[in-house]
């Protein structure tokens, strides 16, 4: 959290203000956010009745596996269909997707399951597709500037497709959103 203080607050307003020329209506602002779910549980604390002996839960004690899951949504509250990145080398979709039938969810892999720029690239491609966005028609995208997020190819490929990024120190979207600064 250290990259939310005043000087980098003062930054992302400033750029916020510059980027007022577009005059982007709430369906073309959108935020987008990754978080790490985790495929074990946390065991839950158990209540009982004092001098019970037979009280308990079982729970998998194996190591976990974290899966990123990137939401993307507009100011108006529309929420783009999720994006999972799954610790796998391949990618096997009717096996990772299985329940997920019907909707336009995008499954993406990477050893560690993290976010790393190739998947970046293929996450802009989904907003893209999702919103419709062109040159003649941009969209507004604030993240953080995580480098997965920074890469040229990315770059690159929001300026062809209508994408206006305003990133903020990493881990703090999140912080921002609570600000009132629109």
């Given at each position: 959290m250290t990259g939310l203080n005043p000087t980098n607050l003062k930054i992302f307003q400033d750029k916020l203000a510059e980027l007022g020329r577009y005059s982007f209506e709430p369906l073309q602002i959108f935020n987008f956010d990754e978080t790490g779910v985790t495929t074990v549980q946390r065991v839950p604390k158990i209540v009982g009745r004092k001098g019970e002996h037979q009280i308990g839960q079982a729970t998998s004690r194996e190591r976990s596996e974290l899966i990123t899951q990137v939401g993307i949504?507009?100011?108006?509250?529309?929420?783009?269909?999720?994006?999972?990145?799954?610790?796998?080398?391949?990618?096997?979709?009717?096996?990772?997707?299985?329940e997920v039938s019907g909707t336009e969810t995008l499954g993406l892999v990477h050893p560690s399951g993290w976010m790393k720029a190739n998947n970046f690239l293929a996450v802009l491609k989904h907003l893209?597709?999702?919103?419709?966005?062109?040159?003649?028609?941009?969209?507004?995208?604030?993240?953080?500037?995580h480098d997965s997020h920074l890469s040229l190819p990315g770059i690159e490929y929001c300026r062809s497709s209508g994408i206006v990024i305003l990133t903020s120190s990493p881990h703090t979207p999140n912080k921002l959103q609570q600000i009132n600064f629109l």
């Amino acid at each position: 959290m250290t990259g939310l203080n005043p000087t980098n607050l003062k930054i992302f307003q400033d750029k916020l203000a510059e980027l007022g020329r577009y005059s982007f209506e709430p369906l073309q602002i959108f935020n987008f956010d990754e978080t790490g779910v985790t495929t074990v549980q946390r065991v839950p604390k158990i209540v009982g009745r004092k001098g019970e002996h037979q009280i308990g839960q079982a729970t998998s004690r194996e190591r976990s596996e974290l899966i990123t899951q990137v939401g993307i949504i507009s100011a108006a509250g529309v929420a783009l269909p999720p994006v999972w990145i799954f610790p796998r080398q391949r990618y096997d979709e009717k096996r990772m997707m299985k329940e997920v039938s019907g909707t336009e969810t995008l499954g993406l892999v990477h050893p560690s399951g993290w976010m790393k720029a190739n998947n970046f690239l293929a996450v802009l491609k989904h907003l893209v597709k999702n919103t419709n966005c062109s040159v003649t028609n941009k969209i507004f995208l604030i993240m953080d500037s995580h480098d997965s997020h920074l890469s040229l190819p990315g770059i690159e490929y929001c300026r062809s497709s209508g994408i206006v990024i305003l990133t903020s120190s990493p881990h703090t979207p999140n912080k921002l959103q609570q600000i009132n600064f629109l």
